[in-house]
């Protein structure tokens, strides 16, 4: 029995590496600090997502620039300005002056890490990941496609809403850049007149360290490491004087602690269940509709992955119900068979363009999944398009929560619906993909990727064919992976087309213009 195991665990194994080498994806950006395209001094009047004010976090006034204490905070920032060595010059580069694109990365490449299946006992059975013990084994988390959309709104919101109060402060207290008041200190990045008390690189440090830190048990020592380079970068670069650092520091702390209590009572801990839950919620889907999902996996988990994710918290549509799509084709109809026997030609007549397109957007174990696949896009579109970090956080934002509210909308058709795959309805199906370990309708690619698009189609309008081509080719190669029909993917589109409907009308009524 054990020889057995180590077997299926050396091919799972060997699944996620060629997966991996064939969808090899790059998460760090290579790009140089550049020129904002717009400063948006009125983000501070935007609206907040979770923060109830733009003063809910209070934040002292600073110290005059012509006061003693300030002086000697410059003067120490122009002796340490001064004195750079190479590894701090490199960090300087690195972190850049649009830091949100940085910890996007990191939180992709995190993602990416724990984006493992965790294997079985020798007796069979499952230890699930567990965040009291996230040592393991197995460790936690598993960052499959609703953990990782999760983690990415998390993180994003706490950014924008951590940005927003800094440009309150910013513009009520307008004290000018350190290089501004004295122009013998060297700054590292384009010029520009933001102000620079409380510092917007320290909100996005501390608030990305905090939100990261609770998604990523075992990465604390990291993350607190990646935070106190980026903070002292600040002062390498000559952006910031220690006080504006502090009082960045403070928002960012204080945004990630909202952040997180909402995270805490989201439902997302009674996501994964117990066997005899899923065997009952399985049991109403057969007694309403006649069919059921059945997991052909080897070696079988005795239960999908998570069955309640359909009823965690969403960001911005009232009731799951509102965008919970209608009833697929009964298997063995007319229509039904229609998509089966395309499945079938598909599979008789592969392509090597077929082929590619079904393994690029593949994004399964060892990726950073079809949600983190999207935020590759958003942060290619925010350096292309020159964003400040604001604005930056909030093209994020609103994409993150569009995918995880449509991620919720998806899981929840998945287990009320509970159909079966393709392999599972059609005699010796073969798959050239991994068959996911939950019901089929609708498509979860179709429906992160269709959200993901609308959004930042409102938020890039010159981007709208690239966005909409991208979705559309992102369900489409589920299709030829042969572990979707059509219909799962169809209605997947429209499904995240009108969750994400709700977050644009957010979006449109916040303040900041497109």
Same mark, same amino acid.
Request: with cysteine.
């Given at each position: 029995?054990?020889?057995?195991?180590?077997?299926?665990?050396?091919?799972?194994?060997?699944?996620?590496?060629?997966?991996?080498?064939?969808?090899?994806?790059?998460?760090?950006?290579?790009?140089?600090?550049?020129?904002?395209?717009?400063? #948006?001094?009125?983000?501070?009047?935007?609206?907040?997502?979770?923060?109830?004010?733009?003063?809910?976090?209070?934040?002292?006034?600073?110290?005059?620039?012509?006061?003693?204490?300030?002086?000697? $905070?410059?003067?120490?920032?122009?002796?340490?300005?001064?004195?750079?060595?190479?590894?701090?010059?490199?960090?300087?580069?690195?972190?850049?002056?649009?830091?949100?694109?940085?910890?996007?990365?990191?939180?992709?490449?995190?993602?990416?890490?724990?984006?493992?299946?965790?294997?079985?006992?020798?007796?069979?059975?499952?230890?699930?990941?567990?965040?009291?013990?996230?040592?393991?084994?197995?460790?936690?988390?598993?960052?499959?496609?609703?953990?990782?959309?999760?983690?990415?709104?998390?993180?994003?919101?706490?950014?924008? &809403?951590?940005?927003?109060?800094?440009?309150?402060?910013?513009?009520?207290?307008?004290?000018?850049?350190?290089?501004?008041? #004295?122009?013998?200190?060297?700054?590292?990045?384009?010029?520009?007149?933001?102000?620079?008390?409380?510092?917007?690189?320290?909100?996005?440090?501390?608030?990305?360290?905090?939100?990261?830190?609770?998604?990523?048990?075992?990465?604390?020592?990291?993350?607190?490491?990646?935070?106190?380079?980026?903070?002292?970068?600040?002062?390498?670069?000559?952006?910031?004087?220690?006080? &504006?650092?502090?009082?960045? $520091?403070?928002?960012?702390?204080?945004?990630?602690?909202?952040?997180?209590?909402?995270?805490?009572?989201?439902?997302?801990?009674?996501?994964?269940?117990?066997?005899?839950?899923?065997?009952?919620?399985?049991?109403?889907?057969?007694?309403?509709?006649?069919?059921?999902? &059945?997991?052909?996996?080897?070696?079988?988990?005795?239960?999908?992955?998570?069955?309640?994710?359909?009823?965690?918290?969403?960001?911005?549509?009232?009731?799951?119900?509102?965008?919970?799509?209608?009833?697929?084709?009964?298997?063995?109809?007319? $229509?039904?068979?229609?998509?089966? #026997?395309?499945?079938?030609?598909?599979?008789?007549?592969?392509?090597?363009?077929?082929?590619?397109?079904?393994?690029?957007?593949? &994004?399964?174990?060892?990726?950073?999944?079809?949600?983190?696949?999207?935020?590759?896009?958003?942060?290619?579109?925010?350096?292309?398009?020159?964003?400040?970090?604001?604005?930056?956080?909030?093209?994020?934002?609103?994409?993150?929560?569009?995918?995880?509210?449509?991620?919720?909308?998806?899981?929840?058709?998945?287990?009320?619906?509970?159909?079966?795959?393709?392999?599972?309805?059609?005699?010796?199906?073969?798959?050239?993909?991994?068959?996911?370990?939950?019901?089929?309708?609708?498509?979860?690619?179709?429906?992160?990727?269709?959200?993901?698009?609308?959004?930042?189609?409102?938020?890039?309008?010159?981007?709208?064919?690239?966005?909409?081509?991208?979705?559309?080719?992102?369900?489409?190669?589920?299709?030829?992976?042969?572990?979707?029909?059509?219909? #799962?993917?169809?209605?997947?589109?429209?499904?995240?087309?009108?969750?994400?409907?709700?977050?644009?009308?957010?979006?449109?009524?916040?303040?900041?213009?497109?």
């Amino acid at each position: 029995m054990k020889k057995k195991l180590k077997k299926q665990i050396a091919a799972i194994l060997l699944l996620v590496v060629v997966s991996s080498c064939e969808n090899e994806l790059p998460t760090r950006a290579n790009y140089q600090a550049y020129s904002f395209t717009g400063l #948006d001094s009125n983000g501070g009047t935007w609206k907040l997502i979770l923060l109830s004010t733009q003063d809910q976090i209070i934040v002292s006034a600073p110290s005059n620039v012509s006061s003693t204490a300030y002086q000697s $905070e410059l003067a120490a920032l122009k002796s340490t300005t001064s004195n750079l060595n190479g590894n701090q010059l490199d960090a300087v580069n690195y972190w850049s002056n649009n830091s949100i694109v940085r910890w996007n990365e990191i939180a992709l490449e995190l993602v990416a890490k724990y984006n493992l299946i965790p294997g079985p006992n020798d007796d069979g059975t499952y230890t699930l990941p567990n965040s009291a013990n996230p040592s393991g084994p197995p460790p936690f988390p598993f960052a499959h496609p609703p953990y990782a959309c999760r983690a990415f709104a998390y993180l994003s919101v706490a950014q924008f &809403d951590g940005l927003i109060t800094a440009w309150h402060y910013k513009y009520l207290y307008n004290r000018q850049a350190p290089y501004k008041v #004295d122009s013998s200190i060297p700054f590292a990045y384009a010029d520009n007149d933001l102000p620079s008390y409380p510092s917007d690189g320290a909100v996005i440090a501390v608030a990305s360290r905090d939100i990261l830190s609770a998604m990523f048990p075992l990465e604390k020592e990291f993350l607190a490491e990646k935070a106190k380079e980026h903070l002292e970068s600040l002062i390498w670069a000559g952006a910031n004087v220690d006080s &504006d650092v502090a009082a960045g $520091e403070y928002i960012g702390s204080e945004a990630a602690k909202v952040a997180l209590a909402r995270a805490a009572t989201d439902g997302m801990k009674k996501a994964q269940m117990p066997k005899p839950v899923s065997d009952s919620i399985k049991a109403a889907a057969f007694a309403r509709f006649g069919w059921q999902w &059945d997991n052909l996996e080897l070696p079988v988990r005795p239960v999908g992955l998570t069955p309640l994710f359909g009823k965690v918290k969403m960001w911005n549509v009232p009731t799951v119900e509102e965008v919970r799509p209608p009833i697929p084709p009964t298997p063995g109809s007319v $229509e039904f068979q229609k998509h089966a #026997d395309e499945l079938v030609d598909f599979a008789n007549n592969m392509t090597e363009e077929k082929r590619k397109i079904a393994n690029w957007w593949s &994004d399964g174990l060892g990726t950073y999944t079809p949600p983190g696949h999207w935020n590759k896009f958003a942060k290619d579109f925010i350096i292309k398009y020159k964003m400040n970090p604001i604005r930056s956080a909030r093209t994020l934002a609103y994409m993150n929560m569009a995918i995880m509210d449509a991620g919720i909308s998806c899981w929840d058709a998945k287990y009320y619906y509970h159909y079966p795959r393709p392999i599972q309805t059609i005699p010796g199906f073969k798959v050239i993909l991994g068959t996911p370990n939950f019901p089929s309708y609708t498509s979860g690619h179709s429906t992160f990727s269709a959200a993901a698009a609308e959004v930042l189609s409102y938020i890039f309008p010159n981007e709208v064919g690239l966005c909409k081509s991208w979705a559309m080719e992102a369900a489409e190669s589920r299709i030829y992976g042969g572990i979707h029909y059509r219909f #799962d993917t169809e209605v997947g589109i429209t499904q995240g087309k009108s969750v994400a409907q709700y977050t644009i009308n957010v979006a449109k009524n916040d303040g900041a213009g497109n």
